[in-house]
C-alpha cells in the first residue's frame, strides 16, 4: 500500500535576523533540512505567519527573533492559532520568557533560586545590597532598554513595566537545553565578557535538578526549553530567563552525536504533539 501523507510543517524563522555571536539562518537551514526526512516543510517569515498557518498541521516556532520587533503581526498570529486550533511548536500557553518576564518576579518573591528580582518601587527595599543593579524592560529582549544604575530604583511611571535587579558577580553563564522534560545538552560562556562563546559543560545531578525544576514548573508538555543561569562567586546557580518560545540552540558547538541526539528528539517531540 502506498504510504499516507506526510504531516506539513511551517517552520517559522527569519533567516535574515542579525544577533551578536549567533548565526541563526545557519542553525534554522539544518534544522530545516533534518526535518524535511520526516515532514513536508515550508518557512515563512514571523510577519507573515498568520496569514499563511491554515493548511498546515503544525506550525514551529525557532529563531524567530525578538517578538518585540514584530509585536502585532505576533499577536494576530497568537489570535489565529487559537482561532483555527493549529498545533503550535512550542505550545502557546508557557509561563516563561513566552509570556514576558513576569515570571522573574513571581519567581524570585516565592523563594526559587532566581536573580533577585522586583518590578515596583514598593518592593526595591527586598532587594540585596550591590555596587549596580540591572533596569530592564520586562518585555525586553537581547538586552534591548538595558541599563545600569548605582542605586536601585524606578522612575515614576514605570511600576510594573520595568524589572530591578541585582548586578550579580558571577564566574560564568550555563545553558541547560531541554526537549519536551528530556534534557539534551548544556553550555556554557567560561568567559563572562563573552556570553556566546560557548563550550560543551557538563552538569552535576545538583545542576539538572536545578534546571529540572524550572522546566517542571513550566506548564510546556511538548517543546524546546533553555534553561539559562549563571554561576555566582559563591558557587550557587541562579537562574537569568527560561526561554520558551524560540530559544537559540547553538547546535554548533555541540559534537555530532549530540547534535543528532537533539534532532532525533526534536522530531518524536513534534510527532508527538501530533499524535
Not at 542553525?27 to 498546515?56: K, N, Q, S, Y
Not at 528530556?182 to 545531578?205: G, I, K, N
Not at 554548533?252 to 528528539?265: G, L, Q, S, Y
Request: glycine residues 6%.
Amino acid at each position: 500500500m502506498p504510504a499516507g501523507p506526510r504531516p506539513s510543517v511551517l517552520f517559522v524563522t527569519d533567516l535574515a535576523y542579525e544577533a551578536r555571536g549567533r548565526r541563526y539562518c545557519d542553525e534554522d537551514i539544518h534544522l530545516t533540512a533534518r526535518l524535511r526526512e520526516d515532514f513536508d516543510v515550508a518557512l515563512c517569515h514571523p510577519r507573515d505567519a498568520a496569514a499563511l498557518l491554515e493548511g498546515f498541521d503544525t506550525v514551529v516556532i525557532r529563531n524567530s527573533g525578538p517578538v518585540l520587533h514584530y509585536q502585532e503581526a505576533y499577536d494576530a498570529f497568537r489570535a489565529r492559532a487559537r482561532e483555527l486550533g493549529t498545533r503550535v511548536y512550542n505550545p502557546l500557553h508557557g509561563r516563561g520568557d513566552m509570556a514576558g518576564k513576569q515570571y522573574l518576579v513571581d519567581l524570585s518573591r516565592a523563594g526559587h533560586p532566581v536573580i533577585p528580582t522586583v518590578d515596583r518601587a514598593a518592593d526595591l527595599g527586598s532587594l540585596p545590597e550591590a555596587p549596580e543593579y540591572v533596569v530592564k524592560p520586562k518585555l525586553g529582549a537581547d538586552s534591548a532598554g538595558l541599563r545600569f544604575v548605582r542605586e536601585a530604583e524606578l522612575p515614576e511611571g514605570e511600576d510594573g513595566t520595568m524589572l530591578v535587579q541585582p548586578r550579580i558577580d558571577f564566574r560564568y553563564e550555563v545553558s541547560f537545553y531541554f526537549v519536551d522534560h528530556d534534557f539534551q545538552y548544556a553550555l556554557y560562556a567560561p568567559d563572562p565578557e563573552r556570553r556566546w562563546a560557548l563550550e560543551p559543560y557538563a552538569p552535576d545531578a545538583a545542576d539538572l535538578a536545578f534546571a529540572r525544576g524550572f522546566v517542571e514548573w513550566n506548564s510546556l508538555g511538548h517543546g524546546i526549553q533553555r534553561v539559562d543561569a549563571c554561576r555566582t562567586a559563591r558557587g550557587e546557580l541562579l537562574l537569568v530567563e527560561l526561554e520558551d518560545l524560540n530559544p537559540y540552540l547553538s547546535l554548533d558547538r555541540v559534537a555530532e552525536p549530540v547534535r543528532e541526539a537533539f534532532v532525533t528528539r526534536m522530531k518524536a517531540s513534534v510527532r508527538d504533539l501530533l499524535a
